[in-house]
């Protein structure tokens, strides 16, 4: 069973930034796939980035080139950083895992992962 609490969530104009950390608890190793996702009221979740095997990454469109994710495999934590905000990235964060090595293509997909946080709220005006 894996716990996943993030934070790091606030309000910030556009162009700013913020970082957000997923804690993970419970049974985690390095081969865990881990990514963030986000929603908006009356839409589907959607993927924003993951960290599989290896390290390897991968991004949405929407936040190439902005958004970094990164793990820190000691600490179990999860980070994503993100950079020149826009109003579009207004959304609930959530940080998710799955403890199996996926293939890449299926890093973005919210239904391989298995265990979910509750949410962190990004606004961005």
């Known amino acids: 069973q894996v716990q996943l609490v993030e934070s790091g969530g606030g309000s910030v104009q556009a162009g700013g930034s913020l970082r957000l950390s997923c804690a993970a608890s419970?049974?985690?190793?390095?081969?865990?796939?881990m990514g963030w996702f986000r929603q908006i009221p009356g839409k589907e979740r959607e993927a924003v980035a993951a960290?599989?095997?290896?390290?390897?990454?991968t991004y949405a469109d929407s936040v190439k080139d902005r958004f970094t994710i990164s793990r820190d495999s000691a600490r179990a934590t999860l980070y994503l950083q993100m950079n020149s905000l826009k109003p579009e990235d207004t959304a609930t964060y959530y940080c998710?895992?799955?403890?199996?090595?996926?293939?890449?293509?299926?890093?973005?997909?919210?239904?391989?992962?298995?265990?979910w946080g509750r949410g962190t709220q990004v606004t961005v005006s």
């Open positions: 998710a895992a799955v403890p199996t090595a996926l293939p890449h293509y299926f890093l973005l997909r919210r239904d391989k992962y298995e265990y």
């Open positions: 419970g049974y985690f190793d390095r081969d865990n796939c």
């Open positions: 960290v599989g095997v290896g390290g390897r990454t």
